[in-house]
Each structure stands twice: as structure tokens, then as C-alpha cells.
């Protein structure tokens, strides 16, 4: 019997399998309870088990457990506390439960879990007459401010430019209608946690519009591909193209850098971690750590060390310069053999 299997439960009558919910940090065990969730036409949840709440265990337990409470599968829940912390998070709102919350005084340095209309910003930003890319930098600039409580320094440009490339990647590639978004700061562990999830095709059909990755065996490779510099599926390069050249939208044009340099900025300062279809890749320093996933779309999380956070211009152009070392390198070369580079660069110290 998998262990977050509990007691049944009686509900009009009828007796329910029990589910623990999984904690939030326990990315692995919630392989398990997606399969559970999925699999049962009725359950009672019990999340007194949950533990510290973090952004990223949050966006995708709600992302799981919204599926079956919209089927109807979760009639019973139990293990809640009102006003707790996940409820103030909107942990529970995003399941689709209604659990009361207390609203935290505005100095909290946290941005809860918010949806975000895609589409929406699209339409925006083509009704403005400007990138995508544009209109998502503006977006997040509230959002570094509400997780940060600051409006310039290290802490607040590092997060903004984290969050926008993120948001744009979302934006640009991931056909999706929405995205989930949240972010926390804990002055008092010198720690800032970033996470947002889409539900949309995912890294590998969206790399594979670029015909040039339209050989990627797995979700593993495409993860692998998305983290090198300069691979995007919307840009197709030939051996003449510079590498730093950038299409018709200047400065917002698809250089295909945005996961490579924030995944090298989280791993410098914390960890980088990044999931797609059933894989799931967690970096930290140049120690890899592979594992599965099961939920459409993909989830991009950082952790970051704020103490160890320095002046982010520096930073990006070093991280920037080897990429583009690094592309020109690897640019004309196939599938296979960016997701075998891949496999190596990465990992490699960066400092």
C-alpha cells in the first residue's frame, strides 16, 4: 500500500479511499499521489502531513489536486488550518477549496498564487503595438516589488529580470492560456523563491517548432536543449547567422538565452529547477539531481541566495559572454548532439 495511502473515510454513506497529501518539498512522493489522484473516481484528502509551504510544492500540488476537486473527486477534505500560511499563499484557493484566510499587513514580502491570463497579455501587448516581451517587463515589475518590497537594488533587479524572462518564455512559446505564478521572500533565511508553472504543449513540442530540434527523443533531452544558450523554437538559425543578432523586435527579438542565464544565475546563489512532460531537472552549483514529472506544461522554480547576490549587470554579461561562446560552438549541430553537450555544459562551474 503506498505510503500516503490513509484511513478511508465515510461521506453520504459511502466509504472513500483516504490520500495524504504529500509534503511541499517532497517533489518525488508526489509522483505517487498524482497516480492516486488520477486513478480514484472519489477521495478523502488529508493534508495534515503538507509541512513547511514553499512556492514550488505549492504550484504543483495545487495544479494536481484543482484537476480532481473541478471532476469532482474530492468531496471530503481534512488536516486544514484556517488563517495558516498555504491559505494566506492562496495554496487552497488554487485546489479550488474554500478555506477561510487572513490577509497578511503589506510588508510581507510575498506575491501569493496568481493566474495569469496569457491570452490576455498577448492581446495587450499587440493592442500597445509592442513585444510581448515589453508588456511582461512592465507586468513584472509590481511583482518584484510585492515579493521583494524594494524597488531597485540586487534583490529586486535580479528578481524582476528572472520573472520577466520566465513570463516571456511562457508568453512566447508554451501555447498556453494561463500561468501559474509565486514568489517569496524570508528576509530572516537571506532566501528568495521563484516559481511559475503553465499548462501548456510543453519544452519539447515547443523546441520541435524549430525544425532544427524536431529530433528530440525525450522530455529528458528537450530539458537538456532548453538550458543551453540560444536554442529557441521560434528562431531557426543557418551557419552564417550571427549568434547575437536578433530579429525585427530589437531588443525583445527571440536571442533564445532566457532559461540558459536564468538557470546559470539561480544555480550560482541556490538551485535551478525545471520540469517538462515526465522529467524533471534540479541543478544546484554543478551538482544534477534528475527525477520524474506528471503534469502538462512546465514548471521553472529558483532558489537564490540573497546574501550572495551581486550587481546583476556583471553577472549577466559574464553568464551572457559564455553563452555565446558557447553557442557558436554548438549552434549547426543536431539534436542529439546539443542534448549530449547539454548533458555537459551545464553542469559546469560557471564562477
Not at 495587450?124 to 516589488?145: F, S
Request: glycine content about 10%.
Amino acid at each position: 500500500m503506498p505510503c500516503n495511502v490513509r484511513p478511508r473515510a465515510t461521506f453520504t454513506g459511502e466509504t472513500l479511499k483516504g490520500l495524504y497529501v504529500p509534503a511541499f518539498g517532497d517533489l518525488d512522493g508526489m509522483q505517487g499521489f498524482a497516480s492516486e489522484l488520477r486513478s480514484s473516481s472519489a477521495l478523502a484528502l488529508d493534508f495534515s502531513r503538507v509541512g513547511f509551504a514553499t512556492p514550488t510544492g505549492m504550484l504543483v500540488l495545487a495544479s494536481l489536486i484543482e484537476e480532481a476537486v473541478r471532476a469532482g473527486r474530492v468531496p471530503i477534505q481534512s488536516g486544514i488550518t484556517p488563517y495558516d500560511y498555504p491559505s494566506n499563499m492562496g495554496f487552497y484557493a488554487a485546489c479550488g477549496l474554500e478555506v477561510a484566510k487572513h490577509e497578511a499587513p503589506g510588508s510581507a514580502t510575498y506575491y501569493p498564487i496568481t493566474k495569469f491570463d496569457v491570452t490576455q497579455l498577448r492581446a495587450r501587448a499587440a493592442e500597445l503595438g509592442i513585444p510581448v516581451g515589453a508588456h511582461v517587463n512592465v507586468t513584472v515589475g509590481r511583482l518584484a516589488y510585492l515579493i521583494t518590497r524594494q524597488t531597485s537594488g540586487d534583490l529586486f533587479y535580479t528578481v524582476k529580470y528572472c520573472l520577466r524572462e520566465i513570463l516571456r518564455n511562457v508568453a512566447e512559446h508554451s501555447q498556453s492560456d494561463q500561468l501559474l505564478v509565486m514568489g517569496q521572500y524570508w528576509p530572516e533565511l537571506n532566501q528568495v523563491e521563484l516559481a511559475v508553472l503553465d499548462r501548456g504543449i510543453g519544452l519539447r513540442a515547443a523546441l520541435s517548432e524549430n525544425p532544427k530540434f524536431s529530433g528530440l527523443a525525450s522530455d529528458r533531452y528537450a530539458i537538456r536543449v532548453a538550458l543551453l544558450p540560444s536554442t529557441s523554437g521560434k528562431k531557426v538559425y543557418d551557419a552564417a547567422e550571427k549568434i547575437h543578432e536578433l530579429d525585427a523586435e530589437g531588443e525583445w527579438g527571440n536571442s533564445g538565452f532566457g532559461l540558459y542565464v536564468t538557470s546559470q544565475m539561480a544555480r550560482r546563489t541556490g538551485s535551478f529547477t525545471i520540469a517538462s512532460g515526465d522529467a524533471r531537472l534540479e541543478i544546484t552549483g554543478n551538482q544534477k539531481r534528475s527525477g520524474a514529472f506528471f503534469l502538462p506544461g512546465t514548471l521553472v522554480s529558483m532558489k537564490m541566495n540573497v546574501r550572495q547576490l551581486g550587481r546583476l549587470e556583471p553577472v549577466l554579461k559574464q553568464i551572457s559572454d559564455r553563452g555565446e561562446a558557447i553557442a557558436k560552438r554548438f549552434l549547426t549541430a543536431g539534436a542529439d548532439v546539443l542534448a549530449s553537450a547539454a548533458s555537459r555544459l551545464i553542469m559546469q562551474d560557471e564562477g
